[in-house]
């Protein structure tokens, strides 16, 4: 069984940026997370949140930056990934990168509250009329809003790379074995990402790093593939 579309020059270029975009968004919330967000942010703890925030700002400061070019790093992924899979279903590429550019939004909206919990434990006029005490709870307050706009932005995240793909596996760009894996991986993040949402404490029973972890690895194996291999052509995938 072969192609029925040869991959153009356009959609070769566009797999190479979308392998280039999987990877760098893969490092910067690496690098975001673990190098910045987990050393400031204690858990339950309002008072030590604010202290190593205030100590460390300009390090706080490239945090939000760094969501910020994650925003842009979607934007450019979500563009690339609709050049490459429009030939094996234009509404559902299209979907799918409107899908991801929802997400793109949420990310956006989750730095907007970083920056807002760093203007509550600021030095502004109109602060004073509140106690540290009260700052430091409304700055802590802020940061899990931003928590919050990851798990609201996560189904979309999964809906996009669960239509993406099903496209992947129809069009055989490539291997099939990937591509299944990533539709279950994806509609495993969609599931649940849903039910934390609907049911309480449902981090408890799954804990919340399965939700997005397969997908992340199947974004990882994607973007290797596309960035070092680039899209199959018809003869390489003669049955």
């Known amino acids: 069984m072969n192609l029925t579309?040869?991959?153009d020059r356009f959609q070769t270029q566009a797999a190479r940026v979308a392998g280039a975009a999987l990877l760098l968004a893969i490092a910067i919330v690496v690098a975001a997370n673990y190098g910045i967000s987990f050393r400031l942010i204690v858990p339950n703890n309002a008072v030590d949140t604010a202290r190593n925030i205030?100590?460390?700002?300009?390090?706080?400061?490239?945090?939000?930056?760094?969501?910020?070019?994650?925003?842009?790093?979607?934007?450019?992924?979500?563009?690339?990934?609709?050049?490459?899979?429009?030939?094996?279903?234009?509404?559902?590429?299209?979907?799918?990168?409107l899908f991801r550019v929802v997400f793109a939004v949420v990310w956006a909206v989750a730095a907007l509250g970083m920056l807002g919990s760093l203007r509550l434990l600021g030095d502004a006029g109109y602060l004073p009329v509140f106690a540290a005490a009260q700052l430091q709870t409304l700055a802590r307050l802020r940061l899990s809003e931003a928590y919050d706009a990851y798990y609201i932005g996560l189904?979309?995240?999964?809906?996009?790379?669960?239509v993406c793909s099903v496209l992947w596996l129809k069009s055989r760009y490539i291997p099939r074995v990937l591509a299944g894996y990533g539709v279950l991986s994806s509609v495993w993040c969609v599931l649940c990402a849903f039910a934390f949402i609907v049911l309480p404490h449902f981090d408890k029973t799954v804990n919340a790093w399965l939700y997005d972890m397969p997908v992340v690895l199947f974004e990882l194996a994607l973007g290797l593939w596309l960035l070092f291999k680039g899209l199959r052509i018809p003869e390489q995938m003669a049955e």
């Open 54 to 97: 205030m100590a460390h700002e300009t390090l706080f400061r490239v945090n939000i930056a760094c969501d910020l070019l994650y925003v842009v790093d979607l934007l450019i992924l979500a563009a690339a990934l609709y050049v490459v899979l429009k030939p094996a279903g234009r509404t559902g590429a299209l979907v799918a990168a």
């Open 5 to 7: 579309h040869t991959p």
């Open 155 to 162: 189904p979309f995240w999964g809906l996009a790379s669960t």
